[in-house]
């Protein structure tokens, strides 16, 4: 049965390591739901997270080809409640909708989004959330027939343990 897997893998910060990782799903014919490359907070060291529907027994053998990749230090595959996980999202609502009674205005605290950007033609607002609370926010202003765009960041994670644990590496240890 397909549900929601997210691969997160550290890695050296090269060239060519995303293309690399990216082939290792489209041999699979694995859809990306959700691709992220950042930074971590040691030098040098970059994590994907990588957001895909498929089976538990597909997703072992894509990580364990992941693993294989050169320049991977550590990957491992996660359902969404196994991580502390985010997304942002930015909605363009149409500004002629925010006379009829404040109802946008009403709906955007109710939900927990802001406003950043205010135009005479458009409304911009930003929800942070989880991938449910999101969409909830998207349905509920097209159902008003005032979302004019919509965009989300995709999962953004923390893992619940420490970077040096999930890195094998000692608190101690002289680099």
Same mark, same amino acid.
């Given at each position: 049965?397909?549900?929601?897997?997210?691969?997160?893998?550290?890695t050296e910060n090269q060239v060519g390591v995303l293309n690399r990782i990216t082939i290792a799903?489209?041999?699979?014919?694995?859809?990306?739901?959700?691709?992220?490359?950042?930074?971590?907070?040691?030098?040098?060291?970059?994590?994907?997270?990588?957001?895909?529907? %498929?089976? &538990? @027994?597909?997703? +072992?053998?894509?990580? $364990?080809?992941? /693993?294989?990749? *050169?320049?991977?230090?550590?990957?491992?595959?996660?359902?969404?409640?196994?991580?502390?996980?985010?997304?942002?999202?930015?909605?363009?609502?149409?500004?002629?909708?925010?006379?009829?009674?404040?109802?946008?205005?009403?709906?955007?605290?109710?939900?927990?989004?802001?406003?950043?950007?205010?135009?005479?033609?458009?409304?911009?607002?930003?929800?942070?959330? %989880?991938? &449910? @609370?999101?969409? +909830?926010?998207?349905? $509920?202003?097209? /159902?008003?027939? *005032?979302?004019?765009?919509?965009?989300?960041?995709?999962?953004?994670?923390?893992?619940?343990?420490?970077?040096?644990n999930i890195l094998g590496l000692e608190s101690g240890e002289e680099e």
């Amino acid at each position: 049965m397909n549900k929601e897997y997210i691969i997160v893998a550290f890695t050296e910060n090269q060239v060519g390591v995303l293309n690399r990782i990216t082939i290792a799903y489209l041999r699979r014919k694995i859809n990306i739901e959700s691709l992220k490359v950042s930074e971590t907070s040691m030098k040098g060291i970059s994590m994907f997270v990588i957001s895909a529907f %498929t089976t &538990e @027994e597909t997703i +072992q053998k894509l990580t $364990r080809a992941i /693993r294989n990749i *050169v320049e991977v230090i550590q990957v491992s595959y996660y359902t969404s409640d196994e991580l502390i996980t985010q997304e942002i999202a930015l909605y363009k609502i149409s500004s002629k909708f925010f006379g009829e009674g404040g109802r946008i205005d009403a709906i955007s605290r109710e939900l927990g989004a802001r406003m950043i950007e205010i135009s005479p033609g458009y409304v911009v607002m930003e929800k942070t959330g %989880t991938r &449910e @609370e999101i969409e +909830q926010l998207r349905d $509920r202003l097209e /159902r008003q027939g *005032v979302l004019l765009e919509f965009t989300r960041s995709g999962s953004v994670v923390l893992h619940r343990d420490s970077l040096d644990n999930i890195l094998g590496l000692e608190s101690g240890e002289e680099e």
